[in-house]
């Protein structure tokens, strides 16, 4: 959906992940406009996101038995293409990540599952495993194991994790990286552009990357989690750009309690609460946005940005969540209560 009257539409692809660059335009580009009467119709089954096929050699390790209500392959992300449109994407939240991949003695940007709501797997070999992120029931051949520590998943056995008691996005790590198809360097699924592999679904095959020359795997480590089910989650923020556009500025945002609404996902944290007055009224021209951008919408409840933001918005920007904070406002599910507080 968009707010702008649209004058006509062009059949030039204006992306092609494996062209040099993918981008047709970029800012700066001189662009003329020709009036043209064909069109291009992209066939069905058209792979169109550009992902390229595993880089190296891979082994098949798990079958995917239920991916839950979502299952991603993220890593790092793909930073610095915000001047293509393109985000950085990458794990939700990169402490519960790391803190997985850390302990099967992967590189912390190595390529893993992202999962809400439940997993099932079956190991196809050996496999050195370790969950992190929600507190969720993680069992392995029906025993449960602890959270951020490694454990062998033998072949033929089953790994899974169940509902979350607190947050919602559980990593599951295995030595060697998930093997998937990269675009701009990153195996990342950005679930706003479709850009990086298709979501996992159950009957699926993932292959990982033979584990040599890995640092030691941990059979005990630290779950990062920051969430609780019971409590009022604190959201740092610093005020602006356009705060003054509200009457009593960032205060209106930080002076009152907000609940996490279901329409949230990994673009950004849709809230709800007492709605936010404007002070100025109109439009305003589109703008740069990162990752914690809080945008309020003419309804007046903000939506803070998540790792699969847009790169630009025209909605004003009260305030943006520090960086540090991003992580614990990724794990937040529907129901949540959410505070804001100003960093100084």
């Given at each position: 959906p968009g707010g702008w009257r649209l004058i006509g539409r062009s059949p030039t692809p204006m992306w092609d992940s494996a062209a040099t660059p993918p981008a047709a335009i970029r800012p700066g580009d001189a662009v003329r406009y020709r009036a043209v009467r064909e069109s291009i119709k992209v066939a069905e089954g058209t792979e169109t996101s550009g992902t390229t096929a595993p880089a190296g050699p891979s082994l098949p390790a798990l079958r995917v038995e239920d991916p839950g209500l979502l299952s991603l392959v993220q890593d790092r992300g793909r930073g610095g293409h915000g001047d293509m449109g393109v985000t950085g994407s990458g794990a939700a939240d990169r402490a519960s990540a790391y803190a997985a991949n850390e302990a099967v003695g992967n590189a912390p940007g190595a390529a893993l599952i992202e999962n809400i709501g439940s997993l099932e797997v079956t190991a196809l070999i050996d496999a050195t495993v370790a969950v992190a992120g929600a507190l969720a029931p993680v069992r392995i051949n029906g025993r449960?194991?602890?959270?951020?520590?490694?454990?062998?998943?033998?072949?033929?056995?089953?790994?899974?994790?169940?509902?979350?008691?607190?947050?919602?996005?559980?990593?599951?790590?295995?030595?060697?990286?998930?093997?998937?198809?990269?675009?701009?360097g990153s195996s990342s699924t950005d679930v706003l552009s479709g850009l990086g592999p298709e979501p996992i679904r159950a009957g699926d095959?993932?292959?990982?990357?033979?584990?040599?020359?890995?640092?030691?795997?941990?059979?005990?480590?630290?779950?990062?989690?920051?969430?609780?089910?019971?409590?009022?989650?604190?959201?740092?923020?610093?005020?602006?750009?356009?705060?003054?556009?509200?009457?009593?500025?960032?205060?209106?945002?930080?002076?009152?309690?907000?609940?996490?609404?279901?329409?949230?996902?990994?673009?950004?944290?849709?809230?709800?609460?007492?709605?936010?007055?404007?002070?100025?009224?109109?439009?305003?021209?589109?703008?740069?946005?990162?990752?914690?951008?809080?945008?309020?919408?003419?309804?007046?409840?903000?939506?803070?940005?998540?790792?699969?933001?847009?790169?630009?918005?025209?909605?004003?920007?009260?305030?943006?969540?520090?960086?540090?904070?991003?992580?614990?406002?990724?794990?937040?599910?529907?129901?949540?209560?959410?505070?804001?507080?100003?960093?100084?």
């Open positions: 449960e194991v602890p959270l951020g520590g490694a454990r062998l998943l033998p072949a033929g056995g089953t790994l899974s994790i169940g509902p979350a008691r607190a947050g919602q996005l559980s990593y599951l790590a295995v030595r060697g990286g998930i093997a998937a198809g990269r675009v701009l095959t993932l292959r990982v990357h033979p584990p040599h020359g890995l640092g030691a795997a941990r059979a005990a480590g630290a779950n990062p989690l920051r969430v609780s089910a019971d409590a009022v989650t604190v959201l740092r923020c610093v005020a602006g750009p356009r705060d003054a556009w509200f009457r009593e500025g960032v205060a209106a945002l930080t002076g009152r309690e907000w609940t996490v609404t279901p329409r949230s996902n990994r673009v950004g944290l849709r809230l709800d609460g007492a709605p936010l007055e404007r002070e100025r009224e109109g439009e305003l021209p589109s703008e740069g946005a990162v990752a914690g951008c809080i945008q309020v919408p003419p309804q007046g409840t903000p939506v803070v940005f998540l790792r699969d933001h847009p790169v630009t918005g025209g909605y004003p920007v009260i305030a943006t969540v520090i960086p540090e904070d991003l992580d614990a406002a990724a794990q937040l599910p529907a129901g949540s209560r959410v505070r804001f507080e100003e960093y100084q």
